[in-house]
């Protein structure tokens, strides 16, 4: 029961997260929408062996971590959740990709760097999208979209699927808590009875999709969320929008890491 409310309370976290009143949150869900697009852009475009030019990106979540007083570690157990299948493509390249070459004097095959290349994007690529939805929230990025003419039945396919997660959690609490009243000593549920468990969620499911929707309806829903007035956003926005995209051109145009590498070893002598 504990992981089930766990599961149920890290889903609504995102949401209660959004509610703060930091300068990031603040700021017009537009222009944070197409930051973090730029972003993933640039973080996916580097080459797949360019792990010393990737590191300076890590400069935007931990900066937006320090401005935006979001708590780090419970954004890093869900960027962990995407580590293992990352893993477990990317642990191929150090088997077919063999060539040595060598790394600061150490010998070490191309693959590897392949590896840590795909870990690293994958690291930046999820933090910054946890961190969208963290300091925005999943109502304003709809309304973001569809000011960039994303046809609303995909907004609307989104935004159902995120918050049926929490719902059927729901469902799936209210079915454990009977199950442990009913039989107390037993912990878990009997392999046995996994089947007629299924379907009774997916019965209880479709009950409560059935129930959402008549609610739904009956406050005006006719397939698409009113929006009410879409704010223009303001110059501070665009002027954080341009910042950063200056910021993430110089970095995919520069190797800033060897840059600075240069100045240090410059400065020593």
């Known amino acids: 029961m504990s992981k ?3 599961s149920l309370y890290n889903i609504r976290l995102l949401d209660d997260l ?3 009143e930091s300068v990031v949150h603040k700021l017009h869900p537009l222009i944070k929408l197409l930051t973090t697009l730029v972003y993933l852009i640039v973080v996916v475009s580097f080459e797949k062996y360019d792990i010393s030019a990737l590191l300076p ?10 401005i935006s007083e979001l708590p780090v570690i419970p954004i890093l157990k869900r960027v962990l959740f995407a580590m293992p299948f990352i893993i477990g493509i990317g642990i191929w390249n150090p088997l077919f990709d063999t060539q040595i070459i060598i790394v600061a004097g150490i010998h070490i095959a191309r693959g590897w760097l392949a590896f840590f290349s795909l870990v690293l994007k994958c690291i930046f690529t999820v933090t910054a999208s946890i961190l969208l939805i963290a300091s925005t929230g999943m109502g304003p990025l709809s309304h973001a979209l569809r000011m960039l003419k994303v046809p609303k039945i995909f907004i609307l396919q989104l935004t159902l699927t995120y918050r ?3 719902v059927l959690m729901e469902e799936v609490s209210k079915m454990m808590r009977a199950h442990s009243l009913r039989a107390p000593q037993q912990k878990g549920i ?5 089947g007629c468990f299924c379907g009774q969620l997916i019965l209880r499911t479709f009950d409560r999709a059935k129930r959402v929707y008549d609610a739904m309806s009956l406050r005006g829903f006719h397939g698409e969320y009113p929006a009410g007035n879409l704010v223009k956003p303001k110059v501070s926005d665009f002027v954080y929008f341009i910042s950063w995209s200056v910021f993430f051109i ?9 840059l600075m590498g240069d100045l240090f070893i410059e400065v020593i002598k």
């Open 18 to 20: 959004a509610q703060k």
């Open 250 to 258: 110089l970095i995919r145009i520069y190797n800033l890491s060897d």
């Open 4 to 6: 089930i409310n766990n």
């Open 164 to 166: 049926y997660l929490s």
């Open 190 to 194: 009997h392999p046995a009875i996994w």
């Open 57 to 66: 990106l890590i400069f935007y979540p931990v900066l937006l971590f320090s």
